[in-house]
């Protein structure tokens, strides 16, 4: 058995209340998916975050046999996958805030959040990420980023001001562009390499950068 067939059987050893969600990914996708969302869901437990900014980043997928309308519906299929892990990992209180650039994928995370008895506890915001996050207060308990990395350079301080001292951000889908070359790659080395100078944050990125934790220590 490989390591990646033991992960699969660990995922799938308890039922996935938000499956359905995945309905439209390929295998491969909808494994990453799953092993991404139980990874922040159990973050969201261990830290007890009750307060989580989700920044949603990353354009629709792209394939060849994908129409437009069709990518979309599988972006807000993913993006909806993860918030309600994290949503579903709070006690009876707590609440995530979504920033979503698209206007349909973030009516299908409002959907989805209705459908699934957790519309108290998410709330979504349609527009550019930095210009959104500029507008929001916190200070939050957990931050997730992930996608569009050249926008990052323009969050710093946002994301550093919206994270209470103690709090912690992860970065997830990082490993793939880790060791790429590209625009989006030099964006997010970049934003890393923030993370890892500055006094405010402790940083671990895993030898593969599968796992990006910072904790805010002041």
Do not use: C
């Not at 309905?23 to 973050?43: E, G, I």
């Not at 625009?183 to 890892?196: D, I, M, P, V």
């Amino acid at each position: 058995m490989t390591a990646e067939d033991f992960a699969r059987e660990l995922l799938e050893a308890r039922p996935d209340r938000f499956a359905s969600l995945l309905a439209d990914a390929p295998a491969p996708l909808a494994f990453a998916a799953a092993s991404t969302a139980r990874t922040v869901a159990t973050l969201v437990r261990a830290t007890r975050a009750t307060y989580v900014l989700l920044v949603e980043g990353e354009p629709p997928p792209s394939d060849d046999g994908l129409d437009a309308a069709a990518a979309e519906r599988l972006a807000a299929g993913l993006a909806s996958y993860r918030t309600l892990h994290i949503a579903g990992a709070f006690g009876h209180t707590g609440q995530v805030e979504v920033v979503e650039r698209g206007p349909k994928v973030a009516d299908g995370i409002r959907q989805a959040a209705e459908r699934y008895a957790l519309g108290e506890h998410v709330r979504v915001h349609s527009g550019k990420p930095p210009t959104v996050v500029h507008a929001l207060n916190g200070p939050y308990d957990l931050i997730v980023l992930g996608g569009r990395w050249r926008e990052y350079e323009r969050m710093e301080e946002d994301l550093t001001r919206l994270l209470r001292i103690g709090g912690s951000l992860t970065v997830i889908n990082a490993a793939p562009l880790a060791a790429s070359e590209g625009r989006e790659a030099e964006a997010l080395r970049s934003f890393l390499s923030f993370l890892a100078a500055d006094e405010r944050y402790l940083l671990s990125t895993g030898l593969d950068f599968a796992g990006v934790l910072a904790a805010r220590i002041r």
